[in-house]
């Protein structure tokens, strides 16, 4: 496989757990086979950016828990998450404590990375 680099936008959390925890752990799964991910947060997506929140999901069926999820991916795999800068207002993040390798991003950082990159969508 030539292009092994992907970006999962994730638009759920606590919304549509399920859908986040499916795409965490594809995305698990694939980083354990070199590939490189990192990921973008939007809408409600966001959320799983915030320290604490992954710990907090107790009502999750099916897959692996998000919080091993995303200790994995950030701790075995350094994998980044950007957080869209349009999101972070309307959904009262502003001054929230964010999660090892979480930054804020605009949109066009992921535009960027879609011309460069494979893109999963949850």
Known sequence: MENKE???VLTH????IERAAAALQLATNMAAFDAKIDFF???EGVHLARKGFAESV???K?????AELMKSLVEDFDCKFYI???CVKPYGLEGAEWIKNAEVKPGS???ELLMKRQNVTF
């Open 84 to 86: 869209c800068a349009s």
């Open 41 to 43: 947060l939007m809408n």
């Open 62 to 66: 099916g897959f692996s828990p998000v």
């Open 13 to 16: 959390s606590y919304d549509a």
């Open 109 to 111: 950082y992921l535009g």
């Open 6 to 8: 992907f970006v999962f």
């Open 58 to 60: 107790t009502w999750q």
